[in-house]
């Protein structure tokens, strides 16, 4: 018998296809290795919960008033308007609306009223804002074409809070208020204060409001931490009646990691637990 015989042929083919090379079996990591790994990873978890700031804060819209609130002008009876002694912003003193004396004011007042014209005058003092009317533009009693701003007023934010969060909102919070007319992409967020939370709920279609409502909502007054906004490199006035947006802090949780942060982590098992 040959050689070749003494071994069956399907063996030699697999001894001949064998790969080079040692064969390494792989163990796997020890359990004192995973326990490291785990604890470092849950250590890093609580350092990070306990150092940060976790906020719940409702988004709101809302608008600017002052605090003294507006006088708006409207001529007493229709109109033409023939001349205008002011233009928006200007500072215009109560009774006078050109700096002239009381005897020369009330000298303009005899000759219009001879001509079946009617001198308007400012019944306070403050700054104009909101000037609608022009040079030949037709007046009416109902309609006002111009708002004073009254002396050393400050513009305040009206949020309007739907029910849903309004137990949530105390005088103290801080509020992150993004004007619809400066973009805050651009110019940022700007700070206020909660000051004053109304008792009475305010109804859609209820009240004359810039903002429309679609359920009720409360309104809160925000102290601004400034009555201007810087744009371009200047400073630029904030206007009664503009809309904005804020979001108010309604729970910042940063002191304790026991108390706090476990609490709101297990928050939603807690209230399930209560609903059982």
């Known amino acids: 018998m040959s050689e070749q015989r003494l071994f069956r042929v399907n063996a030699v083919k697999q ?34 919960l306990a ?3 976790f906020h719940r804060k409702e988004t709101v819209a809302g608008y600017l008033k002052p605090d003294l609130g507006l006088a708006k002008i409207s001529s007493p009876r229709p109109g033409i308007v023939s001349q205008l002694f002011v233009e928006g912003g200007q500072q215009v003193d109560a009774g006078a609306p050109l700096d002239t004396d009381r005897s020369q ?3 303009q007042k005899v000759e219009l009223d ?24 037709s007046l009416t009693s109902q309609l006002p074409f111009l708002t004073i701003l009254p002396e050393n007023a400050e513009l305040r934010a009206v949020l309007l809070v739907p029910t849903r969060a309004y137990g949530f909102v105390q ?17 940022g967020l700007y700070d206020g204060e909660v000051i004053r939370t109304a008792q009475a709920i305010v109804l859609p279609g209820e009240v004359d409001m810039p903002v429309a409502v679609q359920e009720p909502v409360y309104r809160v007054e925000v102290a601004l931490a400034a009555q201007e906004i810087r744009a371009y490199g200047n400073s630029v006035p904030l206007q009664s009646g503009m809309l904005l947006s804020a979001d108010i802090v309604l729970e910042q949780r940063s002191r304790s990691f026991q108390q706090t942060r476990s609490s709101w982590l297990f928050e939603p098992i807690l209230s399930l637990k209560g609903q059982l």
């Open 15 to 48: 001894q001949a296809a064998k790969l080079d090379g040692d064969v390494i079996i792989a163990q796997p990591l020890s359990s004192s290795v995973l326990t490291i790994a785990l604890l470092l990873l849950v250590s890093i978890l609580i350092t990070f």
């Open 51 to 53: 150092l940060s700031s």
């Open 105 to 107: 004011l009330e000298q």
């Open 114 to 137: 001879a001509r079946g014209q009617l001198l308007i005058t400012a019944p306070i003092s403050g700054r104009i804002t909101n000037l609608v009317a022009d040079i030949g533009a």
């Open 171 to 187: 005088p103290g919070q801080d509020t992150r208020i993004r004007f619809d007319a400066f973009p805050y992409q651009r110019f």
